[in-house]
């Protein structure tokens, strides 16, 4: 047997989504109630159709990076921003558009991406210096 499936069976590894739990009682189980319930499952049932751990396990990833761009957004203050959807805004600077999405910490000014955006205000700041030294 291997030893990933022996860790399984002696409970250091979740039985539905392989996840490590940590520790070895002896027995199969699983890492929360979330991979229990989504098969109807308790510890002693023989295991079926792993396709319902995994859509369960992408459902729950799927959550979590929700919640996280959620919780960027939250964090960022878009006063004098327009949206065009809660993930994407917009801004008028030196009369161009500047587009920025905070989720993905990405801008675009004059079609130049502008990637890993920590502080909008400051990248504003600088295209409008930039632009002030231009000749015209």
């Given at each position: 047997?291997?030893?990933?499936?022996?860790?399984?069976?002696?409970?250091?590894?979740?039985?539905?989504?392989?996840?490590?739990?940590?520790?070895?009682?002896?027995?199969?189980?699983?890492?929360?109630?979330?991979?229990?319930?989504?098969?109807?499952?308790?510890?002693?049932?023989?295991?079926?159709?792993?396709?319902?751990?995994?859509?369960?396990?992408?459902?729950?990833?799927?959550?979590?990076?929700?919640?996280?761009?959620?919780?960027?957004?939250?964090?960022?203050?878009?006063?004098?921003?327009?949206?065009?959807?809660?993930?994407?805004?917009?801004?008028?600077?030196?009369?161009?558009?500047?587009?920025?999405?905070?989720?993905?910490?990405?801008?675009?000014?004059?079609?130049?991406?502008?990637?890993?955006?920590?502080?909008?205000?400051?990248?504003?700041?600088?295209?409008?210096?930039?632009?002030?030294?231009?000749p015209k």
């Open positions: 047997m291997g030893e990933i499936a022996e860790m399984m069976l002696d409970g250091t590894l979740c039985e539905c989504c392989g996840e490590y739990i940590g520790y070895d009682d002896g027995y199969p189980q699983y890492c929360s109630d979330d991979c229990a319930e989504g098969r109807g499952a308790t510890h002693h049932q023989e295991r079926s159709n792993q396709s319902d751990c995994k859509k369960l396990r992408e459902k729950n990833r799927k959550k979590r990076r929700a919640q996280k761009k959620l919780d960027i957004l939250k964090s960022q203050d878009h006063t004098g921003w327009g949206t065009h959807t809660e993930y994407h805004w917009y801004k008028t600077v030196c009369g161009l558009k500047l587009d920025f999405w905070p989720s993905g910490k990405k801008a675009m000014f004059n079609g130049v991406v502008y990637k890993n955006v920590e502080d909008i205000d400051e990248l504003v700041k600088a295209i409008k210096e930039n632009f002030m030294k231009e």
